[in-house]
């Protein structure tokens, strides 16, 4: 895993989303085409934000959808389609996005997508971690093990609490329980994974992942068995990084 600290989120999600799209043109390059995941959440505004304005032929790059809720409405505020499609794919000329609808049958859009990202390697996934470790939607204890490539998720408290606090709903109630995720084993077949994770609140967790054993108790340790993965962080995040605990 190789570790990239930054003064603030500005240049953290500046210089992550040029390494990202040096990666895509790597691969178009070779190959005349790339995939990739995208994330959503708050650790990825400024990550996107430069990614529109990266010099990369769109037409020949296909999407995947990481996460979304089940039963939330794509106009919902919280909806990481609209998410994704307000902040990215309104933004450029990609070939095709392959999006999570939450309003389908959730076993039949996991099946669906399953088949689909199936005949894709993954050149660059851009995801981030969450402040209980989770990787997409695997909260802890993350489910290693899966051969699945879209699973549903069970949300746990201390998830649902960080979608209120970064203020996507009015309350915990509105918070839905469950969710569909890529899985821990599909995102590592990622060829290049960029994850970024800014602000204070994600120190421990960066330190965790980064200090303790490869657990599915703090999924983002998994990352570490990765060969090409790159941990964007701010001043924030990186405030424990020499802590042991």
């Given at each position: 895993?190789?570790?990239?600290?930054?003064?603030?989120?500005?240049?953290?999600?500046?210089?992550?989303?040029?390494?990202?799209?040096?990666?895509?043109?790597?691969?178009?390059?070779?190959?005349?085409?790339?995939?990739?995941?995208?994330?959503?959440?708050?650790?990825?505004?400024?990550?996107?934000?430069?990614?529109?304005?990266e010099d990369i032929d769109?037409?020949?790059?296909?999407?995947?959808?990481?996460?979304?809720?089940?039963?939330?409405?794509?106009?919902?505020?919280?909806s990481f389609r609209k998410?994704?499609?307000?902040?990215?794919?309104?933004?450029?000329?990609?070939?095709?996005?392959?999006?999570?609808?939450?309003?389908?049958?959730?076993?039949?859009?996991?099946?669906?997508?399953?088949?689909?990202?199936?005949?894709?390697?993954?050149?660059?996934?851009f995801i981030g971690i969450?402040?209980?470790?989770?990787?997409?939607?695997?909260?802890?204890?993350?489910?290693?093990?899966?051969?699945?490539?879209?699973?549903?998720?069970?949300?746990?408290?201390?998830?649902?609490?960080?979608?209120?606090?970064?203020?996507?709903?009015?309350?915990?109630?509105?918070?839905?329980?469950?969710?569909?995720?890529?899985?821990?084993?599909?995102?590592?077949?990622?060829?290049?994974?960029?994850?970024?994770?800014?602000?204070?609140?994600?120190?421990?967790?960066?330190?965790?992942?980064?200090?303790?054993?490869?657990?599915?108790?703090?999924?983002?340790?998994?990352?570490?068995?990765?060969?090409?993965?790159?941990?964007?962080?701010?001043?924030?995040?990186?405030?424990?990084?020499?802590?042991?605990?």
């Open positions: 895993m190789q570790i990239k600290k930054y003064s603030n989120k500005e240049l953290m999600g500046r210089e992550a989303a040029h390494t990202g799209a040096e990666k895509i043109r790597t691969a178009i390059n070779s190959k005349d085409s790339a995939s990739i995941i995208l994330a959503t959440g708050v650790s990825q505004f400024e990550l996107l934000e430069h990614l529109v304005k769109w037409s020949n790059v296909t999407g995947f959808h990481l996460d979304e809720y089940i039963d939330i409405d794509e106009t919902h505020p919280a998410y994704l499609k307000e902040r990215f794919v309104n933004k450029v000329k990609i070939k095709q996005f392959h999006f999570i609808n939450g309003n389908n049958v959730p076993e039949k859009e996991c099946s669906r997508l399953g088949e689909i990202i199936s005949d894709h390697k993954i050149d660059v996934a969450g402040e209980n470790g989770h990787l997409a939607f695997n909260d802890p204890p993350a489910d290693f093990e899966t051969e699945q490539p879209y699973i549903i998720a069970n949300l746990d408290e201390i998830c649902r609490m960080q979608q209120l606090g970064e203020g996507w709903f009015p309350n915990l109630e509105n918070v839905p329980n469950k969710a569909i995720s890529m899985s821990i084993k599909q995102i590592l077949k990622s060829k290049t994974i960029i994850c970024t994770v800014p602000d204070e609140r994600k120190a421990r967790v960066v330190s965790r992942t980064l200090n303790e054993e490869i657990s599915p108790l703090i999924p983002a340790t998994i990352l570490k068995t990765h060969s090409d993965t790159f941990l964007f962080l701010d001043e924030g995040s990186a405030s424990l990084i020499n802590n042991k605990g």
